[in-house]
């Protein structure tokens, strides 16, 4: 079974039990600073995330940073993007009281997981992860220690806190479930210290980019949540369409005018083929316009909330949840440096107490 349909499976019951007990749950997802956040973000995760805080789970959203050289060498404008999403989470419901939003490389302890983890894993499961062959291939470039290791410093990311669910897309699942084994062997070799992720995959299906390629920046065919109404309406008609007047939905032959169909309908609720039909023989020039009309009047609340949010604002939010993340980190690390027979009572803030026996404390 692959990793799809064997969460596919597990997921009805884990939905019931999320519904009826929020408060045996923790949240841990997130994504790599890259570029602006887009409407596919919006979607398919940012929601999810909301959702799942106010039905009063643990949520904890990781601003991947150190992630962003797993498959590039430069880092872009790293704290532009970083500052950004960290506007879009909250202008989305992100409430930072109740959501710990904190970038990866300002958590040592979290980072520090990673080596035993790495023990737990054989070279041969890495390479065999196609995730990471994908975005190996993706990438052009040779596969680096850090894009083979991905799934382990993921795993690491969602385990410092003890994280079990994790909305992701569906590309994402191997990573997920390699997280899951990882918890499971140490917890086999060390004692029990973790809980065995599942991954959650949205019922929404994955939002197209405009030309009915996969949404992405680097391909120009996304809708930024940043972009003003009028950048909106340039992309947008900047679509790739066909000169065909009818408008129908046929995403296998008409990428272009599906994937404009499906971001109205992903606006409006609508079902794709429903609007084609209002469309008729209206035109590519009529179904653009009501694109840019669904898009700017689905994202206007959106992005007035986002535009009150200074850099101070996103800052302090980040430096909270950056305080949060550490401590939780902290109270992992030495849980598990305890169930491995580590635990010299030398750290501070720890949780083993003032009166620890450790042999370094004297
Ligand atoms: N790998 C994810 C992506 O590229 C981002 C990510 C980093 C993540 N750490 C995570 C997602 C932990 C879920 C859980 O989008």
Known sequence: MDSFTATAARMT??????????????????????????LGHLFGTIQERVRLQDLGVETHIVVADYQVITDRNT??????????????????????????????SAIPELNQLILPFLSLVTEAELHRNPTVKAE???SGRALSGLLLTYPVHQAADIL???????PVGKDNL????????????????????????????TDAPELPGLDGRKMSKSYGNAVSLGMSADETAA????????????ITYDPGSRPGVSALLDTVAVCTGEDPRTIADRLGG???????????????????????????????TATGVLREGVERARETARRTLDEVRS????????????????GGSGILRG
């Open 13 to 38: 019951a884990l939905r019931d039990d999320i519904a009826a007990h929020p408060e045996r749950h923790r949240m841990l997802t997130g994504e790599r600073p890259t570029g602006p956040l887009h």
């Open 75 to 104: 880092l872009g404008d790293v704290r532009a993007h970083v500052l950004g999403a960290v506007r879009d989470y909250l202008a989305a419901g992100i409430d930072p009281d109740r959501t710990t939003i904190f970038v990866h």
């Open 136 to 138: 190996a291939a993706v």
């Open 160 to 166: 410092f806190c003890k994280g079990d669910l994790v």
């Open 174 to 201: 191997p990573h997920v479930e390699v997280a899951r084994t990882i918890a499971r062997r140490f917890n086999e070799r060390f004692g029990e210290v973790f809980p065995e992720p599942e991954g959650l995959i």
């Open 235 to 246: 992309v947008i008609r900047r679509a790739r369409t066909d000169s065909e007047r009818g």
């Open 282 to 312: 209206a035109g590519s020039a009529a179904l653009k316009a009501l694109a840019i009309d669904a898009v700017n009047g689905r994202l206007s609340a959106h992005r007035a909330r986002r535009a009150e949010i200074d850099d101070e």
């Open 339 to 354: 169930a491995m027979g580590m635990d010299y009572g030398d750290r501070r803030g720890g949780t083993s107490g003032e």
